[in-house]
């Protein structure tokens, strides 16, 4: 079975209140970028076999909604300080390391992190993987260790739906 890898980006984040980066939470647009881009992924989206997200608050807070708005309570879900990352190198680790049992990963973290794999793997530019944005890349393999150039087949952006 080939492989498929959907990167979330963590929902806009709000710098109102005094806290650690790894702790800020949503702010209102956030959540609602968040039911915009579920809404309209759901209809065809391709159930992950396993959900992996960073530990951050707005990661976590994001992956939770969209387990929510597109009823993915049964598929393992795992937090992971590693994709805490902003250079791409320990996601990347994480691809690379999954179960060749999971044809699909979803992975919920940050950038510059998320719009270098979406460039690095997927066969399509994109200049900035947004909050809230949904990029899938497929891939003819059936080993994540030899995952490299795939074929960019969904980008979703907030941006695109209003």
Not at 72 to 92: N, P, W
Request: net charge positive.
């Amino acid at each position: 079975m080939d492989k498929t890898l959907q990167l979330f980006r963590h929902g806009k984040s709000s710098w109102k209140y005094n806290l650690p980066d790894h702790d800020r939470p949503l702010k209102k647009r956030g959540f609602t970028d968040i039911d915009l881009v579920s809404k309209h992924i759901k209809e065809d989206f391709k159930k992950p076999d396993l959900i992996l997200s960073s530990t951050a608050n707005r990661a976590c807070t994001t992956s939770k909604n969209y387990i929510k708005n597109l009823d993915l309570f049964d598929v393992k879900f795992q937090l992971k300080k590693e994709l805490y990352d902003f250079s791409g190198e320990a996601v990347l680790n994480q691809i690379y390391n999954c179960d060749d049992s999971v044809n699909t990963l979803a992975i919920f973290g940050h950038n510059y992190a998320l719009t270098d794999l979406c460039n690095q793997l997927g066969d399509s530019y994109i200049e900035n993987l947004p909050t809230s944005g949904f990029v899938q890349i497929e891939f003819k393999t059936q080993c994540w260790q030899k995952v490299k150039f795939g074929k960019t087949t969904r980008i979703v952006f907030p941006k695109h739906l209003k």
